[in-house]
């Protein structure tokens, strides 16, 4: 294809709001355009590059007995409200009425129709298992759309849906699927950590999440590089380095520290490290005032608090003196009447804690004998920290989701009566599983992982061309020509060629090939023309081979496996 009939408008500067590598470059090489926030249009070459992602996708899902439908975007309320997600989810669900005023909302998943259709299409065990798929477009109205197409209000999503008859069938697509996009990503050329995760407002028994490590992304995991053990922090579990020896080894008693309420201000008038102290923090919960305690030197970890006690948030300065009748600064869990909630770590060791008085604390306080409180794990995990099932020291890797799998159960279909007969003629819930790939995601993730200070740097698989084809000076007749015939040898061999076939500066074509990031580029020069050999150069590792043009397929495939290993 030629660049002149192609629309490529690349840009000499950054844009300006942009934050993220991969939504910077985008923009630059022209592959996106945003129409409102979190709104995108897809340019020719980006739109390549989903194609390729969709089709990979799309070849996976078949290889594992998915069938693909379409579902559609806009839904009936009724569906929502069966299910109890209609008023569940807040703001993020865009809602909207017809013209006989009916409530409708846009899809933001498909749980919902899947078991409505399966509600509506199996009747018997014989028709089980179902695995449907589709790349539909969702739309969520995320609170920060942001870092470009990696976080976006309308995105195509590959999700897929497991229909089965017991825990043991979903179990067995469960694994077809973790298989499956463990293929995906691979050949996408991601670096990948497949990690235990929360199941958050889709319910269910288990998931897994496919993260690619990127400073870009907005989740993190919690790795144990001697056993595999990989979770989200949401909700990893660890083991902090323990207190130091005996911990606030003084007799239990009262001391005052005037104006001191921070830890580090309790610490520097105690003199004693923040490891031996306890941080207490009243949230407002669903069932009222609650206290999280943590070690002073760890830091309350909200979601995984949230899990435990549902949605909350800290309480007011007014609200911890109403229910603890104290300052903030002094609130300690001695004699408080407030359910409480300590982190693990806090089950041994004594410790200095607020002492619900104003200007002081308590030293030698003993969780559990001085104080009662359930124990539960809510503490951040920290690079560092111990590993919970080996103890070596766990790593911490800032990543993007990009896709996930979960055990939904019974969830949807008891509430949508999705049902089947089996061979008693009894009646059971149909046992589902969903499972989801973002390939705006992918793209924008492999250039997270893919790019240097000159572009973008495809894996050859998703590139939106295999060559970069690039004579020096169109305008000289010889040159056109070796660049015409090489396009045609190329694209015979089945590459997909985009031929930079502009009058333009050579600088300026070198450097959109570098932006643009294809995996190899052919330069067609003066050298070419006077010795006959072509210039054939990796995006990735910069290493140049000159070849004759009937070595020129095999060359340029060559270089293609070499940059995908
Ligand atoms: P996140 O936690 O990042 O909001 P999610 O848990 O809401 O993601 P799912 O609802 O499980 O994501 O969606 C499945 C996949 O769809 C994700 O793994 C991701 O690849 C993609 N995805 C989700 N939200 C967005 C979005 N706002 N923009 C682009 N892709 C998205
Ligand atoms: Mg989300």
Request: aromatic content about 6%; glycine content about 10%; some cysteine.
């Amino acid at each position: 294809m030629r660049w002149t009939q192609l629309l490529i408008p690349t840009l000499k500067e950054d844009p300006a709001d942009a934050e993220a590598v991969s939504h910077r470059l985008m923009v630059r090489a022209g592959y996106v355009r945003q129409l409102a926030a979190g709104i995108y249009v897809y340019l020719p070459l980006g739109q390549r590059v989903m194609d390729r992602v969709t089709a990979i996708v799309r070849e996976e899902m078949n290889r594992i007995g998915g069938q693909e439908i379409t579902m559609p975007i806009l839904h009936p309320a009724e569906i929502w409200q069966q299910t109890g997600r209609w008023d569940a989810i807040g703001g993020e669900m865009f809602r909207l009425k017809d013209r006989g005023g009916r409530d409708m909302c846009l899809a933001m998943t498909h749980e919902e129709v899947v078991a409505w259709l399966a509600a509506h299409e199996i009747r018997s065990y014989r028709e089980l298992p179902q695995v449907w798929y589709q790349i539909q477009t969702k739309e969520r109205d995320e609170a920060r759309p942001k870092s470009g197409v990696l976080r976006t209000r309308e995105f195509l999503m590959k999700d897929s849906y497991s229909l089965d008859r017991d825990e043991a069938g979903l179990d067995a697509a469960y694994e077809r699927h973790r298989q499956a996009y463990t293929r995906i990503f691979a050949r996408c050329g991601l670096k990948i950590h497949v990690v235990e995760s929360d199941v958050g407002m889709m319910g269910g028994a288990g998931a897994h999440e496919f993260m690619a490590p990127s400073p870009a992304g907005e989740d993190s995991v919690a790795l144990c590089p001697a056993c595999g053990y990989a979770a989200n922090t949401e909700l990893a579990r660890s083991r902090p380095a323990p207190q130091p020896a005996g911990g606030d080894a003084v007799p239990f008693g009262e001391v005052a520290t005037p104006g001191a309420r921070t830890i580090d201000e309790v610490c520097a008038c105690l003199k004693v490290p923040p490891a031996l102290t306890i941080k207490a923090l009243m949230v407002m919960g669903p069932d009222g005032p609650a206290v999280a305690l943590v070690r002073g030197d760890q830091h309350l970890h909200e979601k995984k608090l949230a899990h435990l006690i549902g949605p909350f948030r800290p309480a007011h300065r007014e609200e911890v003196r109403q229910h603890a009748g104290v300052e903030a600064g002094f609130l300690g869990p001695v004699g408080l009447r407030l359910p409480m909630m300590a982190d693990v770590c806090l089950e041994s060791g004594r410790y200095v804690c607020g002492a619900n008085t104003a200007d002081a604390h308590l030293r030698g306080v003993v969780p559990g004998t001085d104080f009662a409180a359930r124990f539960v794990d809510i503490h951040e995990v920290v690079p560092g920290d111990g590993c919970p099932r080996c103890g070596a020291p766990l790593r911490v890797d800032q990543v993007i989701e990009v896709g996930n799998i979960f055990k939904l159960g019974t969830k949807y279909s008891k509430s949508m009566g999705a049902v089947y007969l089996d061979e008693k003629g009894e009646e059971h819930p149909i046992v589902m599983g969903s499972y989801g790939i973002g390939p705006a995601r992918i793209a924008a993730a492999a250039i997270e992982q893919g790019h240097d200070a000159d572009g973008i740097i495809w894996p050859p698989a998703i590139a939106p061309f295999d060559v970069h084809l690039l004579p020096v000076n169109p305008k000289d007749a010889a040159m056109a020509a070796m660049a015409d015939a090489a396009e045609r040898a190329l694209a015979g061999a089945g590459l997909a060629v985009l031929h930079d076939d502009r009058e333009d500066r050579p600088g300026v074509k070198f450097k959109d090939a570098d932006l643009l990031g294809v995996p190899v580029r052919i330069t067609v020069g003066s050298r070419a023309v006077k010795e006959g050999v072509l210039e054939v150069r990796c995006r990735r590792t910069k290493a140049e081979v000159r070849v004759p043009p009937d070595g020129l397929v095999e060359a340029v495939r060559q270089m293609r496996e070499a940059a995908a290993a």
